[in-house]
C-alpha cells in the first residue's frame, strides 16, 4: 500500500515536472521571437521560421538517428510525397502566420486569438467534412467567441494584419488537423518524428519566398546592426530552444491525462500573457484582460465537455457522426501541433 502511494506522489512529480519544462520551453520560445523582432530589429518572421525549421531538423536527426533517443517510424517514399508533404505544406504556412503575427501584434493578444482554434476547427469539420457535433460542443463555443470578439475590441496596440495573420493561423492549424486525420492515418506520429519528417520540407517550401521577400532586408540589416554576428547566434541558439520545445512536447503528452494537458495548454497561454506583459510592458486595458479570461475559461470548458463527450457511447438512432471519425478533434492543444 505504501509503495503505491511513494509510486503515485512520483506520478505526479514528474507530471508537473513535464508540464513546467513544457511551459518553460514553450513560454521562452513565444517571448524570444517576439524579442528578436523588437529588441534585435530583425524584422523578418519567414527567415526566423526557416531558422527555426533547419535547427528542428537537425536536432530531429540528431534525437532519432545519432543519439536513438526515439525509434524511427518508417513512411514509405511514396506517403512522403502524397501525405507528409502536403501536412508539411500546411504546417509551415502555420508557423510562419504564427511569426508574422508575433512581429505585428502584441503576444498576449496573439496567445488570445490562438485560442479560437477549437471553434474554426469544429466549424471547418462541421462545413467540409459534414460532421455532426453535440449541441454541447456548440454552446462551449460560445464564451470562447465572445471573449475574442471582447479582447480584440478592446485591443490598445491593435493591429489588423498581426490580427488577420494570427485568424489564418487558428485556420491552418485547424487545417492541418483534420488533414493529420486523413494523410496520416495509419501511421502513429509523435511529436519527434513528425518533426523529423515535416521540418526538411517545410525548409525547403520556406527557403525561396525567404530569400526572394526578405533577402535584401536580411542583408541590409547585417551591414547596418552594430553586433550582427552575435544577433545570428542568438537567433541560431533560440532555433535550438525552438526544436527542445517540440522534444518537450512528447513527454508532456505521455506523461498526462488529455484533461490535465488541455488544462495545462490553456494556464500556460495565461503564463504566457503575464511573462510577455511584465516584460514588453504593453498596455492592457481591463476589458481586455476579462475578454482573455472568458476565452480561456471557455477553451477548459470545451475541452471538458469533449472529455464528457468521448467517455459516452453514440446514442442509437442519433446522427452522430461515428466516434472513429468524431473523435478526432482535437483538446484545444493538438497533440500534433508544433509551435516554432
Same mark, same amino acid.
Given at each position: 500500500?505504501?509503495e503505491?502511494?511513494?509510486?503515485?506522489?512520483?506520478?505526479?512529480?514528474?507530471?508537473?515536472?513535464?508540464?513546467?519544462?513544457?511551459?518553460?520551453?514553450?513560454?521562452?520560445?513565444?517571448?524570444?521571437?517576439?524579442?528578436?523582432?523588437?529588441?534585435?530589429?530583425?524584422?523578418?518572421?519567414?527567415?526566423?521560421?526557416?531558422v527555426?525549421?533547419?535547427?528542428?531538423?537537425?536536432?530531429?536527426?540528431?534525437?532519432?538517428?545519432?543519439?536513438?533517443?526515439k525509434?524511427?517510424?518508417?513512411?514509405?517514399?511514396?506517403d512522403?510525397?502524397?501525405?507528409?508533404?502536403?501536412?508539411?505544406?500546411?504546417?509551415?504556412?502555420?508557423?510562419?502566420l504564427?511569426? $508574422?503575427?508575433?512581429?505585428?501584434?502584441?503576444? *498576449?493578444?496573439?496567445?488570445? /486569438?490562438? &485560442?479560437? =482554434?477549437?471553434? +474554426?476547427?469544429? !466549424?471547418?469539420?462541421?462545413?467540409?467534412?459534414?460532421?455532426?457535433?453535440?449541441?454541447?460542443i456548440?454552446?462551449?463555443?460560445?464564451?470562447?467567441?465572445g471573449?475574442?470578439?471582447?479582447?480584440?475590441?478592446?485591443?490598445?496596440?491593435?493591429?489588423?494584419?498581426?490580427f488577420?495573420?494570427?485568424?489564418?493561423?487558428?485556420?491552418?492549424?485547424?487545417?492541418?488537423?483534420?488533414?493529420?486525420?486523413?494523410?496520416?492515418?495509419?501511421?502513429?506520429?509523435?511529436?519527434?518524428?513528425?518533426?523529423?519528417?515535416?521540418?526538411?520540407?517545410?525548409?525547403?517550401?520556406?527557403?525561396?519566398?525567404?530569400?526572394?521577400?526578405?533577402?535584401?532586408?536580411?542583408?541590409?540589416?547585417?551591414?547596418?546592426?552594430?553586433?550582427p554576428?552575435?544577433?545570428?547566434?542568438?537567433?541560431?541558439?533560440?532555433? $535550438?530552444?525552438?526544436?527542445?520545445?517540440?522534444? *518537450?512536447i512528447?513527454?508532456? /503528452?505521455? &506523461?498526462? =491525462?488529455?484533461? +490535465?494537458?488541455? !488544462?495545462?495548454?490553456?494556464?500556460?497561454?495565461?503564463?504566457?500573457?503575464?511573462?510577455s506583459?511584465?516584460?514588453?510592458?504593453?498596455?492592457?486595458?481591463?476589458?481586455?484582460?476579462?475578454?482573455?479570461?472568458?476565452?480561456?475559461?471557455?477553451?477548459?470548458?470545451?475541452?471538458?465537455?469533449?472529455?464528457?463527450?468521448?467517455?459516452?457511447?453514440?446514442?442509437?438512432?442519433?446522427?452522430?457522426?461515428?466516434?472513429?471519425?468524431?473523435?478526432?478533434?482535437?483538446?484545444?492543444?493538438?497533440?500534433?501541433?508544433?509551435?516554432?
Amino acid at each position: 500500500m505504501e509503495e503505491n502511494s511513494v509510486l503515485f506522489q512520483w506520478s505526479v512529480i514528474r507530471s508537473l515536472l513535464c508540464i513546467l519544462q513544457w511551459w518553460t520551453f514553450n513560454v521562452t520560445v513565444i517571448i524570444v521571437n517576439k524579442w528578436i523582432f523588437q529588441k534585435l530589429d530583425f524584422k523578418f518572421p519567414l527567415s526566423v521560421s526557416c531558422v527555426h525549421f533547419i535547427c528542428s531538423a537537425i536536432g530531429a536527426y540528431i534525437v532519432i538517428k545519432v543519439l536513438k533517443l526515439k525509434p524511427l517510424i518508417t513512411v514509405d517514399p511514396e506517403d512522403r510525397w502524397k501525405r507528409i508533404f502536403p501536412m508539411s505544406f500546411v504546417f509551415c504556412i502555420n508557423i510562419v502566420l504564427g511569426n $508574422v503575427s508575433l512581429r505585428y501584434i502584441p503576444v *498576449s493578444f496573439m496567445q488570445t /486569438i490562438k &485560442s479560437f =482554434t477549437p471553434a +474554426t476547427t469544429v !466549424v471547418l469539420q462541421w462545413l467540409v467534412w459534414r460532421k455532426y457535433f453535440d449541441w454541447r460542443i456548440w454552446a462551449s463555443l460560445i464564451p470562447i467567441v465572445g471573449g475574442i470578439l471582447l479582447t480584440s475590441v478592446t485591443e490598445m496596440s491593435f493591429n489588423m494584419f498581426g490580427f488577420c495573420a494570427a485568424l489564418l493561423g487558428c485556420l491552418a492549424t485547424s487545417t492541418k488537423t483534420i488533414l493529420a486525420e486523413s494523410l496520416l492515418h495509419g501511421y502513429k506520429f509523435d511529436s519527434i518524428n513528425t518533426v523529423y519528417y515535416m521540418a526538411p520540407y517545410a525548409t525547403m517550401i520556406l527557403v525561396l519566398p525567404a530569400m526572394l521577400l526578405e533577402g535584401n532586408g536580411v542583408l541590409e540589416w547585417l551591414n547596418t546592426h552594430p553586433y550582427p554576428w552575435s544577433a545570428l547566434i542568438i537567433i541560431f541558439s533560440f532555433g $535550438v530552444l525552438a526544436f527542445c520545445f517540440n522534444f *518537450s512536447i512528447f513527454y508532456v /503528452i505521455h &506523461s498526462t =491525462t488529455a484533461v +490535465t494537458f488541455n !488544462v495545462a495548454g490553456n494556464l500556460k497561454v495565461a503564463v504566457a500573457v503575464l511573462v510577455s506583459w511584465l516584460i514588453f510592458r504593453n498596455p492592457i486595458s481591463y476589458l481586455n484582460a476579462v475578454g482573455c479570461a472568458i476565452t480561456l475559461v471557455g477553451c477548459t470548458f470545451y475541452g471538458y465537455v469533449r472529455h464528457l463527450l468521448s467517455q459516452q457511447p453514440p446514442v442509437p438512432g442519433t446522427p452522430r457522426t461515428p466516434r472513429s471519425k468524431m473523435e478526432s478533434l482535437p483538446l484545444v492543444n493538438d497533440k500534433l501541433e508544433n509551435k516554432f
